[in-house]
Every structure is written in structure tokens, then in C-alpha cells.
């Protein structure tokens, strides 16, 4: 049962502090997004590559936040400096035309910056 | 652009009553449904999808394009059913294809 992988699974850290949350796709998918899901907001589309490239990352603060793809199994989340209002769950999804379109999350990452 | 609206943030109902969530869409093009279910810290699942018309876990959604709606329903839910729904559309046109928007979600609540 091919699942997405992301870790950390929780990390509490101190605000200023550089945080780093890793997502492994399902093989085959080239499709991967990122989303943070808050109470208030719900579920906010931060990024989302095909085939590595960035498609669309309009939903993602570009003063702290950065998104990569350094390979086919590795997608990456940085927030540089985190603070409080970041503090979220954030979920990775991977997909593919093969699977019609349908998307699968990860377990997600629980982020807590005190 | 594209939107889904879930109305209810909060719906109760007692185990064997019937539940109805409801999503509505705003889009240009023809649209493609889902709704996902996440269970209490866990990822969000793929409950259904409307082009498949399949029934899961008893749930059904049909897509209503007259009232851009996708609501889904249940006729005898369960307490197992407690859970946060959310309605899902897919662009599946342009320079955003593939990009998948969110409501805001409903959280389900079924008292025994």
C-alpha cells in the first residue's frame, strides 16, 4: 500500500528557529502539493509542482517560506524564521494523471512555534 | 476563479438520522468533484468522487450542476462517521490544471 511519507510527524520549535518539513511522493506520482490546514483557514494551497517544477506557489508568504523539489522523491518545505501564526499541520499530497486525478496525503506535519 | 463553499462548520446529527453536507462550486468549466474525510489526526482520505457515482461507506454525492452543488449524503449515519468532511474541485483546464481548492470544511458529529 504506496503511501506519501512527510517528517517530521510533530516538531515544536522556538520562533526564529528554521524549520524544514520533508515529503517523499508515491513512486510514480508527479504531482505533489503542499497545504496547511488551521483551524480559521481550513485547508490553504501553499504550492504545488508537476514534474518538479513549480506551478503555482501564489498561496505560500515568499518572505519566509520556500518550496523545493531537489529530486523525484524528495519535496521540501522550508519556513525561515518561523513564527507563532505559523504554527499549523502540514500536509503534502502526491498524484498523477494515472490516477485520475485523484490526490493522496500524507499523515501530515505538526508544526507548533512557540 | 474557482471556489467550493461548505456552510456548515459545525453539524450534528444523532446515530441513524440522516446527514447531508453541503458543498457548492463556482467554475468556469466543467467541473470535477471529490470529497475527502479526515479522521482525528490523521490524512485526509478520498471518500468519493463524482465521476465515479460510487457509493462508500454508505455516502453518495451527486453533482448538481443547475445549482452547482455536490452534497453528500447519508441516510442512517454512525457514530464511526464523526469526522471532518471536505469538498474538493479539481481545475482541470489551463495553467492551474491539476490544482485541487478546498472548502472550508464541515465537522460531523454523531451522537450515539
Known amino acids: 500500500d504506496a503511501r506519501v511519507t512527510q517528517t517530521p510527524r510533530d516538531k515544536v520549535t522556538e520562533m526564529g528557529q528554521e524549520v524544514t518539513m520533508r515529503c517523499q511522493p508515491i513512486l510514480g506520482h508527479n504531482t505533489v502539493f503542499w497545504y496547511r490546514q488551521t483551524m480559521m483557514q481550513g485547508l490553504e494551497l501553499l504550492a504545488y509542482f508537476r514534474n518538479r517544477a513549480p506551478l503555482d506557489d501564489s498561496g505560500m508568504p515568499k518572505d519566509r517560506f520556500s518550496a523545493e523539489m531537489p529530486d523525484a522523491t524528495l519535496a521540501t518545505l522550508k519556513i525561515q524564521p518561523s513564527e507563532p501564526r505559523d504554527s499549523a499541520v502540514y500536509f503534502c499530497a502526491s498524484g498523477s494523471s494515472g490516477t485520475g486525478n485523484t490526490i493522496y496525503f500524507g499523515e501530515g506535519s505538526w508544526l507548533t512555534v512557540v | 476563479a474557482q471556489r467550493v463553499t461548505q456552510p456548515e462548520k459545525l453539524l450534528s446529527v444523532f446515530k441513524g438520522a440522516p446527514v447531508e453536507l453541503k458543498c457548492n462550486y463556482s467554475?468556469?468549466?466543467?467541473?470535477?468533484l471529490f470529497w475527502y474525510v479526515q479522521y482525528s489526526r490523521q490524512r485526509l482520505q478520498l471518500l468519493l468522487r463524482?465521476?465515479s457515482r460510487e457509493s462508500i461507506k454508505g455516502f453518495t454525492a451527486d453533482l448538481n450542476k443547475g445549482e452547482t452543488s455536490f452534497h453528500l449524503k447519508k441516510p442512517f449515519a454512525q457514530e464511526e462517521d464523526s469526522a471532518m468532511y471536505y469538498c474538493?474541485?479539481?481545475?482541470?483546464?489551463?495553467?492551474?490544471?491539476?490544482?485541487?481548492?478546498f472548502g472550508q470544511g464541515t465537522i460531523l458529529t454523531v451522537h450515539p
Open positions: 467554475y468556469s468549466g466543467s467541473p470535477e
Open positions: 463524482h465521476i
Open positions: 474538493a474541485l479539481l481545475n482541470a483546464g489551463g495553467t492551474s490544471y491539476g490544482k485541487l481548492t
